[in-house]
T-cell receptor
């Protein structure tokens, strides 16, 4: 069975510092994608970054980078230079691209609070 | 601009009543999904559809029903059999197969419906 685990229910970080949000996954599929989403209090899901299972380089999108360690089945999100607006829930998700309808499997989320 | 529209944003239901949540997309996506989110929790898949007139149960389908009569629409009915329906419901869509050139890698989410049983 496929599973996403986020072990940090809540995290605090000082403004302008970097923070790492942990994500481990479990799947026997070889072809999959890993996603990170931000969910502010409004509830919308904001796409942050994507990593494909065959991508050799870690994905980066502005202040977001994904530390992909395939052998350890981890896909941690690194946010550099935290801003007050980064305070939100963050979800790691896995998409099994070529079967199971492309559905996303989500972790429990990490609530990030940025302190001024 | 293309996107997904969920309505209503807030919905109140009396116990024992069925209620239908609307989800419409104009992205020409083949696949659509319904997720449920409880406070402080991740999203759990209720139903998904890869093509018109076909859909599959997700992890928590009991007490819910769906239809996919049109490519653009995937309504979710929360029936009276759903024992704890108060939650935040999110609809999503994706191309099939996923388009990796898309900045969102093919997944688009609606803004959600908050359902409360009163």
């Amino acid at each position: 069975a496929q599973k996403i685990t986020q072990t940090q229910p809540g995290m605090f970080v000082q403004e302008k510092e970097a923070v790492t949000l942990d994500c481990t996954y479990d799947t026997s599929d070889q072809s999959y994608g890993l996603f990170w989403y931000k969910q502010p209090s409004s509830g919308e899901m904001i796409f942050l970054i994507y990593q494909g299972s065959y991508d050799e380089q870690n994905a980066t999108e502005g202040r977001y980078s994904l530390n992909f360690q395939k052998a350890r089945k981890s896909a941690n999100l690194v946010i550099s230079a935290s801003q007050l607006g980064d305070s939100a829930m963050y979800f790691c998700a896995m998409g099994l691209i070529y079967n199971q309808g492309g559905k996303l499997i989500f972790g429990q989320g990490t609530e990030l609070s940025v302190k001024p | 601009d293309g996107g997904i529209t969920q309505s209503p944003k807030y919905l109140f239901r009396k116990e024992g009543q069925n209620v239908t949540l609307s989800c419409e997309q104009n992205l020409n996506h083949d696949a659509m999904y319904w997720y449920r989110q409880d406070p402080g929790q991740g999203l759990r898949l209720i139903y998904y559809s890869q093509i018109v007139n076909d859909f599959q149960k997700g992890d928590i389908a009991e007490g819910y029903s769906v239809s996919r009569e049109k490519k653009e629409s995937f309504p979710l009915t929360v029936t009276s059999a759903q024992k704890n329906p108060t939650a935040f419901y999110l609809c999503a869509s994706s191309s099939s197969p996923l388009q990796y050139s898309n900045p969102n890698y093919g997944y688009t989410f609606g803004s959600g419906t908050r359902l409360t049983v009163v």
